[in-house]
């Protein structure tokens, strides 16, 4: 595994972190506690030390308290836990100081190393007092550092205002289908040297190369809900790529991965996992030789 500095925080973070949206059931399957252990235990034993979600994953908390189901066996001081806040239910800055008390015993915590606002509006953004409030929170130790999780792979706004407000880290969507960020969000979080966790780095699996034009998937899977045609398009695109760019022998899914991480603004993926067998080929990605050894955060 390799470790990178996250933006201008202390946090020593692997390049790979294991994104946790699956587990509150929204990719068509429920998780028992036990397969749960199992793929984080083993992430751990891979060099794996961040652990990303947020508390509308699953109702009442379900992916959080999945996780801190986890923690309990763990030394909590092993792991940098991230998770968000808003939708449920709201920006208001009681609301949020709520949510926090929520996210915490669900984590079975006393502290969250990266709390983020989760995809909300430029208004919710600007929610007066919500920022004094959770900077409070940090000044108190409850939270560590504070990131935004741009819900439009081009808001520029809450970007920029990210030195404003206090935040360190910045998530967005971002693979080789989806490049948007490389024209303007990359260049203010390099210039405010902020961590970037990369979401959707596998283009919801389509990047793993293992869907035809005629996939299904089932009606609790999320990806149900996209049209035929653009499914047929995705993966004409995919098979291009993985003809013209995947070299041969490479697992498409470590190459994608790997891709993002070659970029000098991205300092972690967050792909989620289903199997142990998913996390192994996740962590993997990091022995690529196209992950830079002299990224512009590499730990020393």
């Known amino acids: 595994m390799k470790y990178r500095r996250l933006g201008s925080t202390d946090l020593r973070v692997s390049v790979v972190g294991v994104g946790t949206w699956q587990f509150g059931g929204d990719w068509g399957k429920d998780f028992s506690q036990e397969e749960v252990n ?17 508390a509308c994953y699953g109702p009442d908390h379900l992916s959080e308290k999945l996780i801190g189901g986890f923690l309990r066996g763990e030394d909590r001081e092993d792991w940098i836990i991230a998770t968000k806040f808003g939708h449920k239910p709201g920006w208001e800055p009681d609301q949020v100081r709520q949510t926090i008390r929520d996210s915490l015993e669900a984590l079975g915590t006393d502290y969250i190393d990266i709390y983020q606002f989760h995809s909300g509006s430029d208004e ?9 409030m959770l900077g409070e929170q940090v000044r108190e130790g409850t939270l560590r550092h504070l990131g935004i999780s741009i819900g439009s792979n081009d808001n520029i706004y809450q970007t920029d205002a990210a030195g404003d407000v206090g935040a360190e880290v910045i ?10 960020p490389e024209e303007r969000v990359f260049d203010s979080c390099r210039r405010q040297d902020l961590g ?30 996209r049209d035929r045609e653009q499914i047929r398009q995705t993966v004409r695109e995919v098979d291009r790529i993985k003809a013209e760019e995947v070299p041969e022998g490479v697992e498409m899914a470590r190459w994608a991965l790997a891709w993002c991480l070659k970029h000098p603004a991205v300092t972690c993926v967050i792909p989620g996992c289903k199997s142990i067998e998913q996390v192994e080929s996740n962590a993997d990605a990091a022995k690529l030789e196209m992950v830079p050894e002299d990224h512009p955060q590499a730990w020393a």
């Open 38 to 54: 199992a793929m984080l235990t083993r992430a751990r034993e891979l060099g794996i030390n961040l652990i990303d979600t947020a």
């Open 124 to 132: 919710d953004f600007d929610t007066e007092g919500l920022w004094e």
């Open 171 to 180: 998530q967005v969507v971002y693979n080789r289908l989806n490049r948007r």
């Open 196 to 225: 970037v966790l990369a979401r959707v780095p596998l283009a919801s699996g389509f990047l793993s190369g293992k869907y035809d034009a005629e996939a299904e998937f089932p009606d609790n899977d999320v990806r149900a809900r």
